[in-house]
């Protein structure tokens, strides 16, 4: 993606907050996030275990609710769109791989990857698109495969197939490697980061993995639910 | 580990996380849907007996001809019975100068005990204009006599005129219109009068030798009926004989006989509901339970121990909610009752517990047969699933278990139908439909999918989910097919149940029969029936022969000591027809009906009576007819339709063999109550010909038959709320794998609407399946069921498999819609994580 200005931020927020009420007690999982993301940047949001980097990561795609705050997608306000708004946004401009893979087990590779294409409507060749993008992830021969047919490093192929099939502005990887063994995961951030760099989309990646954040050209740290400086 | 601690424990949690919401739910509503049933149709079974008992005027009759002993009136009296008694014979009634042949009734106290006596009020004896009617609160005063409309116009009374009865002296009070009686038939039907008991002895008519019926009425608790009728049974003589209701007429008898079985299946398409919704509940508890009895593997526990972990869980489970159904069910059976006093006149009895323990029964017998089996097959879930989640179970388990379901239901439905050929017809027909409709549906699950790639997007991703989940979803099909199929049956044996009673007794059915028709009167008839402008109906000739011998040998009723019945018929003589068609409502059952214009010696006989009398096909029968005798032989056997209020006869011959006999005609019409007027001229113009007004017995049947189908309709809904049952544990099954889909599709940006269309794609297909297979199987069913265990012809009808495909379809559409808008509405990411 060639148009994209490199010192626009393609993702902001402002005082990001959520809190979930466990019982009689209320408990701040985000406050106050600040943050800016500008387009063909990668980032890696890091932090322990618990420390939020899942929901900061839900929040920044909509696909949940703050309890205050500001998400700007792509300079839209997405908290003000409703809820088949920010899914149409979602299926404009991100792209997602999930820790554990999220394929739809009813539907073969290929199909899968074709999903988000037909979701949008956007493109008629969703078929030729999707098998080439297999191709690309080195499934070529697994195209008719159902999920319970593959092995996780493969079903992590097919979820990063699909994650590039709309070619997104922003891909959001949620522990990418979280499931699978470090060979295989070597490989999958490697093919992740090629993608990545062949449709020039922004990254923003979540790991507790420092030697893995270290590849992305910035570190937000988060501890406690808030940006660590 | 305390096993059962641990499993009250489990049970207690599960229930409170509503894990449990679907099973519970689909166990409450069979089992308060089926207890609901059967309360309802016990106390409405009882409340339709008692109606017709009205035309008895008792719950039971002792009849004989001589005097009955003291020691049956005591012991009915010691049951708690009420009684009473009346005495009947024929007698002349005089005004001084005309006399009239009357059939006199004696009665006591407190009869009628059943159904009351309805009198045209005083003022209107001058029968000027339409009688207002009054309900009598006594029997006759001694010294009177109340008479009917007979013998009010032969002998052209008025109010207080003075009668002679035998020796007796009667003052005339009251004119009759309507009272119970039983032998409302061809037989005495002529002029009736009722006088007081007391004064029987004034009269001086009972002789020795005299034609004096002897009842003994009985009425009360059923079960207390019953008890006095087992013991009187084995004390009765020859001369004497019980009544109830169902041996005295065979119209209501095949009425209630019917409407009973109706309501049996009813209850039993409740049970097949049940059975289905719980084996599609029962699906989403194995799977929810999948990683906790691993995590238990995992940590030690045998499958002995999660064992009886579930067993006793599931126990507990089942005790539970089916008592929670039977309260339910005797609640909704009380509101129903009541809503329903309107249109059953009489006040309901109160049912048994019967109902309520067979509903618990019928509760855990369904959770250990179709719930249990796939739950036991949790203990063998692999260990090794707690660190690859998609390790599951093997299919083949479960599909074995659910033959532990089959075999349970079916001896259920073998016991709830108390038929066995009813029972097995309908296991027979459910567990044909499951084999095939299962083979079938895969089959078009397999073919659809392969088409999947030429569909476009909702239609590929319905199909999609269908393939993917396809062992599933032909259980689905299955269960939701059986559930359809079963209110589809009942629906097209309600309709044309009630459509055939209604066929068979018309608005105009003929309400008078006309008997004793000289040949001379029928040119004179009708002509009359032309001045009135009424159609002259057909005359039925009639010959009356006694059965002197069956293929040469002489029979008396002698040959028939063993056969109360078949010796009541030899004695009596039968009347004999001749007939050139098959009459409409007659069927040949064996041999074939003759040729137009034959003079072969051959008759035709009902096939009951064969079977009582004992003959078959090919025998030949000798009739003493007037002294001569008559000789043919048997060339076909037919069925009667006895319901139907048409003159029938057991012997029909070819016309022209008769001809040298001496005839009389018999004809039956309908006279609309206003034009009774026709009648008193009829009876003034051929004072020879026997009136029988069939009117009040008409209208009885009638109302009975409406009430009957009210009753079914009510019934109906209960099963359709079991249908509802399905439909939500059907749809609640898959619930999980949707709410999970539903978040990865938002995830990648699709919207409601696109979610929405590619899961109606997938309801609509699994809908239309279910709809076809239940259509098909329903048209099968219906028509053996009809044929075979209510005996009415069954009438194919093409509409049932657009109705059926098309309700399979919308419904399953709508429901499914309906029950997982949740699922589109939860956030994506909560669920992604949940599950991820």
């Known amino acids: 993606m060639l148009d994209n200005d490199v010192n626009q931020p393609i993702l902001w927020t402002h005082a990001l907050t959520k809190q979930v009420n466990t019982g009689d007690t209320q408990l701040t999982i985000l406050q106050d996030i600040d943050l800016q993301v500008n387009a063909g940047e990668a980032v890696a949001i890091i932090g322990a275990s618990g420390s939020g980097k899942s929901t900061l990561l839900g929040l920044l795609a909509g696909l949940d609710l703050p309890t205050a705050g500001k998400v700007h997608l792509d300079a839209i306000d997405i908290f003000t769109l409703d809820e088949d708004s920010r899914a149409a946004l ?96 070597i490989q999958i951030i490697d093919l992740m980061f090629e993608l990545n760099r062949e449709h020039g989309t922004t990254l923003v990646l979540v790991t507790h993995d420092e030697a893995l954040s270290r590849r992305c050209s910035r570190q937000i740290r988060l501890a406690d639910g808030k940006l660590v400086p | 580990m305390n096993h059962l601690k641990l499993s009250f424990r489990m049970l207690r949690r599960d229930w409170r996380a509503g894990e449990l919401n679907v099973l519970v739910l689909a166990l409450i509503i069979a089992v308060s849907g089926m207890t609901t049933v059967g309360f309802f149709a016990e106390r409405v079974e009882l409340a339709l007996t008692r109606e017709s008992n009205q035309l008895l005027g008792a719950d039971l009759l002792v009849i004989s001809s001589r005097p009955l002993p003291d020691t049956y009136a005591d012991e009915a009296s010691r049951l708690g019975l009420t009684i009473s008694s009346l005495t009947k014979f024929p007698s002349m009634i005089s005004d001084g100068e005309n006399n009239l042949l009357t059939e006199i009734k004696a009665v006591t106290e407190g009869y009628p005990l059943r159904g009351r006596i309805y009198l045209a009020s005083r003022s209107s004896m001058s029968r000027a204009e339409q009688p207002e009617i009054t309900i009598a609160d006594t029997i006759p005063q001694p010294g009177t006599i109340w008479v009917d409309e007979k013998v009010m116009t032969r002998l052209d009374l008025k109010a207080n005129d003075v009668v002679d009865v035998g020796a007796a002296q009667l003052t005339v009070t009251e004119l009759v219109v309507r009272e119970p009686d039983h032998s409302v038939g061809f037989i005495n039907m002529g002029a009736r009068a009722m006088i007081n008991a007391s004064d029987l002895l004034e009269t001086d008519l009972i002789q020795e030798g005299s034609r004096v019926s002897y009842q003994l009425l009985v009425a009360g608790e059923v079960k207390a009926v019953q008890q006095f009728r087992d013991w ?74 999660l064992f009886h972990l579930y067993w006793y869980y599931f126990t507990a489970l089942g005790v539970i909610a089916s008592a929670i159904g039977c309260l339910i069910g005797f609640a909704a059976q009380q509101i129903l009752t009541h809503w329903l006093i309107g249109i059953v006149d009489t006040a309901l009895p109160w049912p048994s517990w019967l ?7 019928v509760g855990l017998v369904l959770l250990v047969g179709f719930a249990l089996p796939p739950v036991l097959n949790l203990r063998s879930v692999p260990a090794l ?60 699950i397999k073919v659809l999918s392969g088409l999947r790639h030429q569909a476009g997007g909702a239609w590929r991703y319905g199909l999609a989910s269908i393939y993917r989940r396809a062992i599933s979803s032909v259980l689905q099909a299955v269960a939701l097919g059986l559930g359809l199929m079963a209110l589809l049956v009942l629906t097209l044996i309600q309709n044309d149940l009630i459509d055939d009673w209604h066929a068979s007794l018309p608005p105009n059915a003929p309400n008078h029969f006309l008997v004793n028709i000289q040949v001379d009167q029928v040119q004179s008839l009708q002509e009359f029936f032309q001045q009135y402008e009424i159609e002259p109906p057909p005359m039925y000739p009639m010959v009356k022969g006694r059965l002197v011998k069956i293929n040469g040998k002489n029979v008396s009723p002698k040959s028939y000591k063993d056969d109360l019945h078949a010796e009541r018929h030899i004695r009596r003589e039968f009347n004999l027809t001749w007939a050139d068609e098959l009459s409409s409502d007659n069927q040949i059952v064996q041999g074939a009906w003759w040729n137009t214009g034959t003079h072969e010696a051959e008759l035709s006989i009902e096939e009951g009576i064969a079977k009582t009398i004992r003959v078959k096909l090919g025998d030949e029968l000798t009739y003493d007819i007037a002294g001569s005798h008559f000789t043919a032989k048997i060339t076909s056997v037919r069925k009667v339709d006895w319901d139907t209020f048409k003159a029938n006869f057991f012997v029909v011959v070819p016309p022209g063999l008769l001809d040298n006999y001496p005839a009389s005609f018999v004809t039956s019409f309908y006279v609309p109550p206003a034009e009774i007027s026709m009648i008193h001229e009829l009876v003034r113009t051929f004072p020879s010909i026997l009136v029988v007004d069939v009117a009040m017995v008409i209208n ?39 709410i999970y889909e539903a978040a990865i599709f938002r995830t990648l940006g699709a919207r409601r609407e696109q979610l929405s269309r590619a899961w109606a794609a997938e309801f609509a297909i699994l809908g239309g399946l279910a709809g076809l297979f239940a259509s098909a199987g329903a048209s099968a069913l219906a028509y053996v069921i009809s044929k075979h265990v209510l005996h009415f012809d069954y009438t194919f009808n093409p509409w049932i498999w657009v109705v059926g495909t098309l309700t399979g379809m919308i419904g399953v559409l709508v429901a499914g819609l309906l029950g997982t808008r949740s699922a589109l509405s939860s956030p994506p990411l909560l669920t992604l994580r949940k599950i991820g």
């Open chain 2, 700 to 738: 009885q049947v009638q109302q009975m038959i409406q009430q009957v189908s009210q009753a079914i309709e009510f019934v109906f809904l209960f099963t359709l709320l079991g249908g509802f049952a399905v439909l939500y544990a059907a749809i609640a099954a898959t619930q999980d794998e949707r």
């Open chain 2, 355 to 361: 109902p309520a323990l067979q509903g618990l029964l």
């Open chain 2, 232 to 305: 009187i049974k084995p004390q009765l003589t020859k001369a004497q004989r019980v009544e109830g209701i169902r041996d005295a007429r065979p119209e209501i008898k095949a009425a209630l006989e019917r409407a009973e079985k109706f309501l049996s299946l009813a209850a039993l398409a409740s049970v097949v509901l049940a059975a289905a919704a719980i084996a599609l509940a029962v699906r989403r508890f194995t799977q929810r339970h999948l990683d906790g009895c691993a995590v238990m593997r995992s940590l030690g526990a045998s499958q002995q121990q």
């Open chain 2, 385 to 444: 699933r707690v660190l690859r989640r998609d390790i599951g179970l093997s299919n083949t388990h479960s599909l074995a278990g659910y033959l532990l379901g089959l075999v349970t239901l079916s001896l259920l439905f073998i016991w709830k139908a108390q038929d066995l050929k009813l029972g097995l017809y309908i296991v027979t027909g459910f567990v044909s439909a499951i084999i095939i409709f299962g083979c079938l549906g895969w089959l078009l």
């Open chain 1, 90 to 185: 979602r299926g404009k401009i991100l792209g997602f791989v999930f820790q554990s893979f999220q394929l739809l087990p009813a539907l073969t590779a290929t199909e899968n990857v074709m999903l988000p294409l037909e979701l949008s409507q956007q493109n008629k060749n969703a078929e030729a698109i999707a098998r080439k993008l297999l191709e690309r992830v080195g499934l070529a021969k697994r195209l008719n495969h159902y999920p319970k047919q593959l092995s996780g490093g493969e079903q992590q192929r097919v979820a990063i197939a699909r994650a590039f099939a709309t070619d997104p502005k922003l891909l959001l990887a949620d522990e990418p490697t979280g499931n699978l063994d470090s060979a295989t995961g």
